[in-house]
């Protein structure tokens, strides 16, 4: 849980009354321009996006033995922990990052263009950026890598769309239309073959500058920037901080021009102003920034708690959404209340019994009182009465041990089932764009704070003490009640010889039995037909051999295992390569 000092509460809270936000738009993990990124969030104020078409599964990996989808996992990650320390948030689209491509014709062709402008267009309404920034060139097919220039084209055309609700007419009617301000190129100067061309161009471009220092965090833009590029780890991007002035250009593209060509958010409003209820909140929260006390931030929680009551009264439940989640944690964090929801093991398997703790501090001397909790995914105490949360003093709440009734594990939702070459295939709609799919076991806080009732969700996670890290977090899941693997990915058979191939049972929970096949293509040989198989504690493994002979002439085949656990069916893939047929 972060828990940031009175200097990243102020940050957030000059964050809080900029209404006004910007999308960075490019293909891979890691071409997004951090220093922009942070400029736009940490000295600007602004909500901002990077959207990335892919989640980078064609790249190399420097740091582990995973490529393609498990890569992609990592990579998602990497980026999240990008945004999370230059202060954006991450969007994706369907695209699958095949590798490299040498044309956008090749790129728009393998990844359904059609989808992947669906998802931008989605992606855009949805988050309704006032200005728009592309890392490529639209206007270089063949010059550089295909997914780069797709990209920008993709955006360049979406600019457009965006605003037509007859264009992608199911995200018009969820998100409403959108008509974002001005789209940029952040230009640089080896996109125009030479510097000389660069150096006449510059007249005509935007600039801002991207150096400043952050005295409340105590960073420059660089060194930040620095920090979020570190996170590509897997690719090797380790970056040192810099410090000093440094300028970024881009190229305006469509929309309404700024004349003045240093102030992108030139003729937005993105002061409270911006909503028709929202001069009061502004008039409050102007006042909070002004009087803000570094050594009590707990004293601005009564005029936060009034600006939110005012903000729940606002029609736009576009920035409803947005600033009642801001102005909530900003009350939490000047607060010290401290919420949380903890599960006595890491992962269970459907119907696995499970004990939630929960904690609840006051960590100041505003008035609290903590009303009730409840959970679709938990039960506790029906007789739960009201009970107040006096400073500094720790109320724990223990569940009963009951059985965790789930119908979905934790995959990544977009690899739950085999998409294409180009695209991932996701059911859910409603999570296209996300990077995971997160608040899957919510548990809900009602409290009282200065006489105002506040919703606060928390996620079941997990925590244990390290002997060596201390206190540790991981993410508490739903994963199968057994799971199959094969240690080798590819298997090479050099002759037609048969094999043992080992299969590894896993147990997701205690006491399970069943049965494990291995099912294979048509003319493999494979003894015997099936193993039974028995775990007694849970995480505890069971290796089994299978007797394997591929037919002649195969060059190459898929076997899997395959588990059956009473009615239930697990399983997982495996590809393999016969060699010896290599000269047929």
């Not at 005029?303 to 729940?312: C, D, E, G, P």
């Not at 009282?448 to 606060?456: H, K, M, N, P």
Request: proline share 5%.
């Amino acid at each position: 849980p972060q828990k940031p000092t009175a200097s990243e509460i102020y940050h957030d809270l000059q964050k809080l009354n900029f209404l006004g936000s910007a999308m960075y738009i490019a293909a891979h993990p890691d071409d997004e321009n951090t220093r922009l990124i942070s400029y736009l969030s940490n000295d600007l104020k602004a909500r901002t996006a990077y959207l990335s078409m892919t989640r980078g599964d064609g790249g190399q990996n420097l740091i582990g033995p995973e490529i393609r989808e498990l890569l992609g996992v990592i990579r998602t990650q990497e980026l999240v922990a990008a945004r999370n320390t230059d202060g954006g948030s991450q969007l994706f689209t369907r695209a699958n990052d095949f590798g490299y491509s040498k044309h956008p014709d090749e790129t728009l062709a393998i990844w359904n263009k059609d989808e992947v402008m669906n998802d931008v267009v989605r992606a855009i309404r949805k988050f309704k950026p006032d200005i728009i920034v592309n890392r490529f060139n639209h206007r270089t097919p063949g010059e550089t890598h295909g997914h780069h220039t797709s990209s920008a084209m993709l955006s360049f055309e979406a600019f457009d769309l965006v605003g037509d609700s007859n264009s992608y007419p199911e995200t018009a009617s969820k998100y409403g239309a959108w008509r974002p301000k001005r789209l940029f190129f952040n230009t640089y100067s080896w996109a125009y073959g030479n510097k000389e061309d660069f150096e006449k161009l510059k007249p005509k471009l935007a600039w801002v500058e991207t150096g400043s220092y952050y005295p409340s965090l105590g960073l420059s833009n660089g060194e930040i920037a620095a920090l979020s590029r570190s996170m590509h780890k897997s690719q090797g991007f380790g970056n040192t901080g810099s410090r000093g002035s440094q300028t970024e250009y881009l190229e305006f593209l469509k929309g309404d021009a700024a004349a003045n060509k240093d102030n992108l958010f030139e003729g937005i409003n993105t002061t409270w102003s911006r909503l028709e209820e929202g001069t009061a909140i502004g008039a409050i929260l102007e006042e909070v920034e002004k009087n803000f006390d570094f050594k009590n931030p707990s004293a601005s929680v009564p005029q936060l708690v009034k600006a939110y009551r005012l903000i729940q009264k606002i029609r736009d439940d576009h920035w409803r959404t947005i600033k009642t989640e801001e102005i909530k944690q900003l009350i939490v964090n000047c607060s010290g209340l401290y919420l949380e929801a903890v599960a006595d093991q890491q992962t269970v398997a459907p119907k696995g019994n499970v004990i939630v703790t929960l904690e609840a501090i006051n960590r100041s001397n505003v008035s609290m009182q903590l009303n009730s909790v409840n959970s679709d995914v938990i039960e506790f105490p029906s007789q739960l009465a009201p009970m107040p949360l006096s400073e500094n003093i720790k109320q724990k709440i223990t569940s009963t041990e009951f059985t965790f009734n789930v119908t979905e594990n934790s995959t990544p939702y977009w690899l739950n089932k085999e998409g294409s070459l180009g695209m991932y295939h996701v059911d859910n709609k409603d999570l296209i764009g996300f990077p995971t799919r997160t608040g899957q076991f919510p548990v809900h806080f009602n409290v009282s704070i200065a006489g105002t009732e506040i919703d606060f969700v928390r996620n079941i996670t997990y925590k244990f003490n390290d002997p060596v890290k201390g206190e540790v977090y991981r993410p508490f899941e739903v994963l199968p009640e057994a799971t199959a693997a094969i240690p080798e990915k590819v298997l090479i058979f050099s002759s037609e010889a048969a094999r043992d191939i080992p299969v590894i049972v896993t147990s997701g929970r205690e006491n399970i039995t069943g049965t494990v096949s291995l099912l294979h293509p048509k003319g493999w040989i494979v003894s015997p037909a099936q193993h039974t198989f028995s775990l007694g504690a849970k995480g505890s493994s069971q290796t089994v051999l299978f007797n394997v002979k591929p037919p002649k002439g195969q060059s190459e085949g898929v076997i899997k295992p395959t588990l059956q656990v009473g009615d239930n069916y697990y399983d997982c893939l495996l590809y393999t390569s016969d060699a010896a047929d290599e000269e047929d």
